[in-house]
């Protein structure tokens, strides 16, 4: 290894056929998605409980277009796997909530791997 000046600043040159291996990228947590998953599992947990009767009628009560709650609920058919990415931070970089509003496998969480772009 040497240090070469370049320019006003410092090089390291590694010997030839020497790589350094890149760091690993640090988990990147994306607060609108752990949010929308939170409102999913919460927003299911007051249907299921029948603090409200349907969609619609937590939608109106809470004056929240019905479309947006239809969308976030289906969250809660993302796999376990999916799910536990986006809460450490180790989803794919380039996964958005506008991506998780679109329509997705809901039954083949393969299929879900392969929408959402996960590398196994």
Known sequence: MRIKKYGGKKMII???GYKIKPPEEAPKLVETLITALAKAY????????????SIDDLARKRKINSSYVSRI???????????TAILDGTQPRQLSLQDMQT???????EEQFKHFEFVD
């Not at 927003?43 to 603090?51: E, F, I, S, V």
Request: charged residues 20%.
């Open 73 to 83: 609920l289906r969250l809660n058919q993302l796999s376990l796997q999916i799910k």
């Open 103 to 109: 329509p997705f496998p809901e039954l083949l969480w």
């Open 14 to 16: 590694l010997p030839e």
């Open 42 to 53: 919460y927003w299911q947990n007051l249907l299921d409980t029948g603090r409200y009767k």
